[in-house]
């Protein structure tokens, strides 16, 4: 297949998701003991007291 016949793809998101909805759910019991979760750290700055 020539270069010029690949099209970029961009990612994309299936309409109606909603990305911190999806990262806030927690897992369900199920899902832990078949080791199906991800473990997520949020991180955030300490905008009352900048130091």
Do not use: R
């Amino acid at each position: 297949m020539k270069k010029e016949n690949l099209k970029k793809q961009e990612p994309t998101v299936a309409p109606g998701m909603d990305d911190q909805e999806e990262m806030n759910e927690e897992a369900t019991n199920s899902e832990i003991e078949k080791g199906e979760y991800t473990e997520v750290t949020t991180l955030s700055y300490d905008e009352v007291n900048p130091s």
